[in-house]
């Protein structure tokens, strides 16, 4: 399924526990460099340098993935809200959402 890697205790709580960065904290908000995003977990393709845009929110953001297989959308209703929730389809590992 996944070669999973050795998570940083702030990478753990994002992907597996679902939690949030801090806005415009990330090393990847600014990130300019041409190339493929990864999942930080299993190094699954997600999304390419071309795809990501300025979207003022402070995580970096896309607008495609590499393949539409990369990713799975599940409706999540926590927080008293309805959003979809974007994760990497290899691992299941949290990637934020839209």
Known sequence: MSDKKE???????????????VAFSGKYV?????????CADC???????????????GWPSFSDVVASDKVKL????SLDMER?????ANCGGHLGHV
């Open 7 to 21: 998570l940083t205790p702030e990478q753990h709580k994002i992907l597996r526990e679902k939690g949030t960065e």
């Open 30 to 38: 600014n990130h300019k460099k041409d190339g493929t995003y990864v």
């Open 43 to 57: 190094g699954h393709e997600l999304f390419s340098s071309d795809a990501k845009f300025e979207s003022g929110t």
């Open 74 to 77: 599940e409706k999540d209703t």
């Open 84 to 88: 979809v929730e974007v994760m990497c």
